[in-house]
T-cell receptor, first 109, second 115 residues
Framework: LAKTTQPISMDSYEGQEVNITCSHN???????ITWYQQFPSQGPRFIIQ???TKVTNEVASLFIPADRKSSTLSLPRVSLSDTAVYYC??????????FGTGTRLQVFP | DAGVIQSPRHEVTEMGQEVTLRCKPI?????LFWYRQTMMRGLELLIY????????DSGMPEDRFSAKMPNASFSTLKIQPSEPRDSAVYFC?????????????FGPGTRLTVL
């Protein structure tokens, strides 16, 4: 399972775009990149998943460069309700997921 | 769908007592996962099942922990005897089979306090 490295915490203000980068230098050919979000007192929630290039859904965008050694989760125009911990996970679809420490995003008014 | 259901939501017990946590996965999901979350260790995978069969229990901390899945709609995580260091939030998650997704759906968690 590829090890991931992401910032421990980030601060932002409402209305700004937030980009969280995750490093995964030893990502394998069959590995996907998945991001989860966890609010206080709740279980993690799937946000987005990708393999290469760019993926976009109603919540976020995921940018993956050609070498796939990193990825960036982009949250457009964050609000206070986006305050949460964001986890980057890398692995094959059939692997068990290993959650790291995540990035604690704090959004201020 | 009601999502993953866990019970109880909160459990306070005394050291040495047996604790049983329960989980009902989303109907039709073939995989079930048990996690534990603490401030010190983060979110740890304890064990997971596929079609009611335990696949990987390497995360189970010690013999005091056991998990069962007697049928597709029910699983238990038991701690006997419990210790204060077992205090944590325990999450159950499930996901469907299929090569195109590994999205796991988490339950609300059970907050366990062992005094």
């Amino acid at each position: 399972l590829a090890k991931t490295t992401q910032p421990i915490s980030m601060d932002s203000y409402e209305g700004q775009e937030v980009n969280i980068t995750c490093s995964h230098n030893n990502i394998a050919t069959n590995d996907y990149i998945t991001w989860y979000q966890q609010f206080p007192s709740q279980g993690p929630r799937f946000i987005i998943q990708g393999y290469k290039t760019k993926v976009t859904n109603e919540v976020a965008s995921l940018f993956i460069p050609a070498d796939r050694k990193s990825s960036t989760l982009s949250l457009p125009r964050v609000s206070l309700s986006d305050t949460a911990v964001y986890y980057c996970l890398v692995g094959r679809v059939t692997d068990k997921l290993i959650f790291g420490t995540g990035t604690r995003l704090q959004v201020f008014p | 769908d009601a999502g993953v259901i866990q019970s109880p939501r909160h459990e306070v017990t005394e050291m040495g007592q047996e604790v049983t946590l329960r989980c009902k996965p989303i109907s039709g999901h073939d995989y079930l996962f048990w996690y534990r979350q603490t401030m010190m260790r983060g979110l740890e995978l304890l064990i997971y099942f596929n079609n009611n069969v335990p696949i990987d229990d390497s995360g189970m901390p010690e013999d005091r922990f056991s998990a069962k899945m007697p049928n597709a709609s029910f699983s238990t995580l038991k701690i006997q005897p419990s210790e204060p260091r077992d205090s944590a939030v325990y999450f159950c998650a499930s996901r469907p089979s299929g090569p195109s997704t590994d999205t796991q759906y988490f339950g609300p968690g059970t907050r366990l306090t062992v005094l």
